[in-house]
């Protein structure tokens, strides 16, 4: 599969975004799917995972409350909505597919990755 994320930019703190992630291929169905983001001079971290049919969720602590991860199967994507953004929330988000459906939330475990957009709050 081959993920195109997109949606990044530049935004205050106390904003919204929404970024999204579409997927090639007929068996999206079949991937859990994750968001992660990369912070300048940091490792690449779950933010936030879906299993396959969107009805189980999982968030790192500090985006609780504030992000919401969606997929929608029937046209192949998979969304961050980001509200209530910080200045420590700028990195490059990811996105993910990972073969199995166990909310995996470390890097290795995902299989295919998106090329990354730039989210930037400013304070």
Not at 50 to 67: D, M, P, T, W
Not at 113 to 121: A, E, F, H, M, S
Request: charged content about 20%.
């Amino acid at each position: 599969v081959q993920l195109q994320a997109s949606g990044g930019g530049l935004v205050q703190a106390g904003g919204s975004l929404r970024l999204s992630c579409a997927a090639s291929g007929r068996t999206f169905s079949t991937y859990g799917m994750g968001w992660f983001r990369q912070a300048p001079g940091k490792e690449r971290d779950v933010v936030a995972t879906i299993s396959r049919s969107g009805s189980i969720k999982y968030y790192v602590e500090s985006v609780k409350g504030r992000f919401t991860i969606s997929r929608d199967n029937a046209k192949n994507m998979v969304y961050l909505q980001m509200n209530s953004l910080k200045p420590e929330d700028t990195a490059v988000y990811y996105c993910a597919a990972d073969r199995t459906d166990r909310l995996h939330t470390t890097v290795k475990e995902y299989d295919y990755w998106g090329q990354g957009t730039l989210v930037t709050v400013s304070s």
